[in-house]
């Protein structure tokens, strides 16, 4: 089982430029969300979805845009990068409330 | 919403036992734990219910006390494989929200 799949793991950008992370899973979970890691920041929520047609926003949504077509993937836009979006980003999917949340390998961006 | 960890770094000898406390100011739902090493994704420890349950995991054990939102993670006889950052993970009843504290760095010593 793929389980979830993140691409690309590495990624450089210079400032305003704009790409996308992907984000799919192939275990039919309905909630899917994106952390960016930062030293000393924790793991913090970004976006989320509960469902194809359905996101929202988490603790640090600006700079990102999510949209949520299917079940299985969830992918992440960065519009304009700037430096301070230089992190480690998780996708991470949930069955449901209550269920153990299943992560993505990382995706580690840095721009300059 | 993020929720509160302490301590933020701890280091133990190899057997020494350490406790890992977790906080929030929402009522939750569940609350899991992670254990994460240097340039992996985090790894799934185990998960509470809401309830006030304690769970085990070999030497790892847990409690969630629902009243006081606070959750402790308990490492006993410690070995140098427990090395890593361990995160709690809360879902808060409101909505399908999953948020993480900022993490405890445990470094286990020979």
């Known amino acids: 089982n793929a389980g979830v799949t993140q691409t690309p793991k590495f990624q450089v950008l210079k400032t305003g430029q704009s790409m996308t992370l992907q984000c799919a899973q192939d275990?039919?979970?309905?909630?899917m969300s994106w952390y960016r890691q930062d030293p000393g920041m924790g793991l913090r929520l970004i976006h989320y979805?509960?469902?194809?047609?359905?996101?929202d926003q988490g603790e640090v949504p600006n700079g990102y845009n999510v949209s949520r077509s299917t079940t299985e993937d969830f992918p992440l836009r960065l519009l304009s990068a700037a430096p301070s979006q230089t992190s480690v980003y998780f996708c991470?999917?949930?069955?449901?409330?209550?269920?153990?949340?299943?992560f993505g390998e990382g995706s580690r961006l840095t721009v300059l | 919403q993020q929720p509160v960890q302490s301590p933020q770094a701890v280091i133990l000898r190899e057997g020494e036992d350490a406790v890992i406390n977790c906080s929030s100011s929402k009522a939750l739902y569940s609350v899991h734990w992670y254990r994460q090493k240097h340039g992996e994704a985090p790894v799934f420890l185990m998960i509470l219910l809401k309830g006030g349950e304690q769970k085990g995991h070999d030497k790892i054990s847990a409690s969630f006390n629902e009243k006081k939102q606070q959750s402790s993670l308990y490492l006993t006889a410690s070995q140098l494989s427990y090395s890593g950052t361990y995160f709690c993970g809360t879902e808060v009843n409101t909505g399908n929200q999953f948020y993480f504290g900022t993490g405890t760095s445990l470094t286990v010593i020979p």
């Open positions: 979805s509960v469902g194809a047609g359905i996101t």
């Open positions: 991470a999917s949930i069955q449901r409330l209550g269920g153990e949340l299943f």
């Open positions: 275990m039919n979970h309905e909630y």
